[in-house]
């Protein structure tokens, strides 16, 4: 019996459609849409309406695990078992960032036969959307290091206080932290600098929030960037700097419309990672979908203590969205490595040790819960899965309250995820979803993070390094205390420590210093070691792809 075929085979062997005929299932006006060659094209601003009617559906997961729980797999899935039972529903998510693609993660667009496609464009450059963002986040660095040179027309912005890096979306350890303007008074001024990865640019994170060019205007004119010498904010609006980013911005604004491997209409729109940003495509394509499907398949980075709960906390608040369901994904693959499997034995049936790692998956479930959600569980298939332990799973979230339903996607599309959807639908009409934030916006900074620490992680408390108590007096001074709070941690745990898997108890979480996001408007704790740049893997998957002469590729996942 022949190999299931790879990612990209499957994809490059599918029966793509003209990006006009998905056009014309969402009924969009050829004057609404700017094509970018045959497959892939962006909408108009106008397709979004101001209160749009259509159900949004949230997928997260639990605490995801090296080894791949499928959850852009699970969204694309749904939305075709949505439109396989008559529905009529769009997908809508992020971009993918090519750090990813090249590094250790591989590409987002799906998995088996629940993929958006042109896959290859989607991974690599797409429409450009994160060229122009990366474009707009330099620029602005470029301006600041010009008017700190520049002596008749300065600002005089204190060197030692700039705290806008630069960007790059790819991973780079050695980027983290660079000296600039070496080699002379003429390269500028001497002073440390450092890269980002465009998903973690402050750029995406506006976009992803902003109603339209006006707000996008407002919100980039908000960037905090530095002190002066005698400790005023300056802002990039202080630069003059607005007019120019927006521009840059100007198609990146717009989303971006390509299809399934069904022929299913999906919107890809921003990248921000969740583990270091909000981790949610854009506010203007899940509007868009919204304004154009009965149903929006949406999804959130990671897991619900991340990913989710940022969606909710920012997202929605700041945009009046409110999900009419939700999606935990969970593996029981996954399930193992929380019960504490090795990497050699989640392949193997092992009863026991799902029900020792539902832990896990239950405290996402009572996250969503404490949300005002009742969400479904869906089960993404693996062939090394047995009955048995699908059945443990599917009686242990019984016992929560919640139905867990098997997807079969990956293998067999739209159809494998029927069921999924008739559950999704039946969640959504019993009329028990009423989304509900967990802090006031009123509430102290220290109250949001410590309902987030306890409440959403389950940890004891909050400890604060003497820098991050300091920046607490910053955060007044600058009044951001009104603001929602965008915590940056491991994913891979529901604590700050990568190491405690599955549902750890009796810890604390330490907040070792806050950044400002002023334009995107919200402060960021970082807690733990994780890193805003990443670095590639001892064998990145770059090392594999590559293409021929005909200029088929090869080596994307």
Request: net charge neutral; aromatic share 6%.
């Amino acid at each position: 019996m022949s190999s299931f075929p790879s990612d990209i085979e499957i994809a490059q062997r599918a029966d793509i459609k003209h990006i006009l005929r998905i056009a014309e299932k969402l009924h969009i006006h050829e004057d609404q849409i700017e094509l970018y060659g045959r497959y892939k094209a962006k909408l108009s601003l106008s397709l979004q309406k101001e209160r749009p009617t259509g159900k949004l559906i949230l997928v997260t997961a639990l605490s995801p695990t090296k080894y791949g729980e499928g959850k852009t797999t699970m969204t694309i899935g749904l939305s075709d078992g949505l439109n396989h039972i008559g529905k009529k529903a769009v997908a809508v998510l992020r971009e993918p960032s090519l750090g990813p693609v090249f590094g250790v993660k591989g590409g987002a667009a799906g998995g088996g036969y629940s993929q958006v496609i042109p896959m290859e464009d989607i991974n690599l450059h797409f429409t450009g959307d994160f060229a122009a963002i990366e474009k707009a986040n330099n620029l602005l660095s470029a301006l600041i290091d010009n008017n700190i040179q520049n002596k008749q027309f300065s600002l005089q912005i204190d060197p030692r206080t700039v705290v806008w890096k630069r960007v790059m979306d790819m991973n780079d350890r050695s980027l983290r932290q660079i000296l600039i303007g070496l080699g002379g008074k003429a390269n500028g001024m001497i002073r440390e600098d450092g890269f980002n990865i465009t998903p973690a640019s402050e750029v995406m994170a506006i976009l992803c929030l902003s109603r339209d060019m006006a707000d996008l205007k407002e919100r980039l004119g908000n960037i905090y960037v530095a002190q002066t010498f005698d400790g005023k904010p300056v802002y990039a609006r202080d630069l003059k700097a607005v007019g120019a980013m927006a521009v840059l911005l100007k198609d990146a604004i717009k989303p971006n419309l390509v299809q399934t491997l069904e022929g299913n209409p999906a919107i890809l729109h921003g990248g921000p990672f969740a583990s270091i940003a909000q981790g949610t495509n854009t506010v203007i394509a899940t509007k868009t979908g919204l304004s154009l499907a009965d149903y929006v398949v949406t999804e959130a980075g990671f897991g619900a203590d991340l990913g989710a709960e940022k969606f909710m906390h920012i997202k929605c608040v700041m945009s009046g969205l409110k999900p009419d369901a939700a999606v935990v994904v969970a593996t029981v693959r996954a399930l193992k490595h929380h019960g504490g499997a090795s990497k050699d034995n989640l392949s193997a049936p092992d009863p026991e040790t799902v029900k020792k790692g539902f832990g896990n998956l239950a405290k996402h479930i009572e996250n969503v819960q404490k949300l005002g959600i009742q969400p479904v569980v869906a089960i993404n298939a693996f062939p090394t899965d047995t009955q048995e332990e699908y059945g443990i799973i599917v009686q242990m979230c019984a016992e929560k309250g919640v139905r867990a339903v098997v997807s079969t996607a990956f293998a067999e599309g739209g159809k494998g995820s029927a069921n999924l959807a008739a559950a999704v639908i039946e969640s959504i009409e019993n009329g028990k979803n009423h989304f509900q934030p967990l802090y006031a916006l009123t509430d102290s900074i220290e109250h949001k993070i410590f309902t987030i620490a306890t409440q959403i992680y389950g940890a004891d408390g909050v400890d604060y390094s003497t820098k991050a108590k300091s920046q607490l007096n910053q955060i007044s001074k600058l009044g951001y205390q009104h603001l929602p709070v965008c915590m940056v941690k491991t994913p891979a745990s529901l604590s700050d420590d990568e190491k405690k898997i599955g549902r750890p108890e009796g810890f604390r979480i330490t907040v070792r210093e806050f950044e400002f996001a002023g334009g995107a408007g919200f402060v960021i704790p970082l807690l733990g070691d994780v890193m805003r740049m990443p670095g590639l893997p001892p064998i990145p998957s770059a090392e594999h792809i590559d293409i021929d002469e005909e200029g088929r590729v090869t080596g994307l996942f």
